[in-house]
Nanobody, 123 residues
Framework: QVQLVESGGGLVQPGGSLKLSCAAS????????IGWLRQAPGKDREGVACIRGTDGKATYADSMKGRFTISKDDAKNTVFLQMDSLQPDDTGVYYC????????????????WGQGTQVTVSS
């Protein structure tokens, strides 16, 4: 059974950093694409970053490039999202999602989702 459990969210001041973790179980990371997505209050869910299982290649939404870094540890079956230079617009629930595919799908194509972790950027 595929399970994804996010952790690491919290309250941070503008300009600060957070590192999110996504602990995966029931499958091998090297055979899945893993994405981080977020949903801000009153807005649609949007893609943040994705990492391919086969080669670890990462892709990012334009507004996150240079600020967010996605990575994974296959041995620990865990995916991370390092978030730097956080701004109030980054506030939202961050989800980890997975799809059994060799490429990064669009946000709506992920099959498995975690429960989400709240990130709040505020002074």
């Amino acid at each position: 059974q595929v399970q994804l459990v996010e952790s690491g969210g919290g309250l941070v001041q503008p300009g600060g950093s957070l590192k999110l973790s996504c602990a995966a179980s029931g499958f091998r990371l090297d055979r899945y694409a893993i994405g981080w997505l977020r949903q801000a209050p009153g807005k649609d869910r949007e893609g943040v970053a994705c990492i391919r299982g086969t080669d670890g290649k990462a892709t990012y939404a334009d507004s996150m490039k240079g600020r967010f870094t996605i990575s994974k540890d296959d041995a620990k079956n865990t995916v991370f999202l390092q978030m730097d230079s956080l701004q109030p617009d980054d506030t939202g629930v961050y989800y980890c999602a997975a799809r059994h595919t060799s490429w990064c799908p669009s946000p709506s194509e992920f099959d498995h989702w975690g429960q989400g972790t709240q990130v709040t950027v505020s002074s």
